[in-house]
Nanobody, 124 residues
Framework: QVQLVESGGGSVQAGGSLRLSCVAS????????LGWFRQAPGKEREGVAR????????YYADSVKGRFTISRDNAKNTLYLQMDSLKPEDTAMYYC?????????????????WGQGTQVTVSS
């Protein structure tokens, strides 16, 4: 059974940094996508960043490019999202997600496993 457990959220002032972690277990495929998504109150969920385990390719939403970094520690089965230069508009619930077979497209669609989320609040 696939489980994704996020941690690392919290409250920070604008300009500050946070690092989110997501421990993944139960994924038996060799190559798949891991991603970070967020959802602010009253807004739709949006993809923030993703990484392909097969080659380490990454993709970032324009809104976070240059400020956020997605990475993965294979030995620890842990996904990270380093968030720097945080802005109030980054305030949201952040979710870790995985996209496995049969879904293969390099997009933010069709992620089939989700964590419970961790709250990030950025004050001005």
């Amino acid at each position: 059974q696939v489980q994704l457990v996020e941690s690392g959220g919290g409250s920070v002032q604008a300009g500050g940094s946070l690092r989110l972690s997501c421990v993944a277990s139960g994924i038996t495929y060799s190559n798949y996508y891991l991603g970070w998504f967020r959802q602010a109150p009253g807004k739709e969920r949006e993809g923030v960043a993703r990484i392909y385990t097969g080659g380490g390719n990454t993709y970032y939403a324009d809104s976070v490019k240059g400020r956020f970094t997605i990475s993965r520690d294979n030995a620890k089965n842990t996904l990270y999202l380093q968030m720097d230069s945080l802005k109030p508009e980054d305030t949201a619930m952040y979710y870790c997600a995985a996209k496995t077979f049969p879904y293969r497209a390099d997009t933010f669609a069709n992620y089939n496993y989700w964590g419970q989320g961790t709250q990030v609040t950025v004050s001005s």
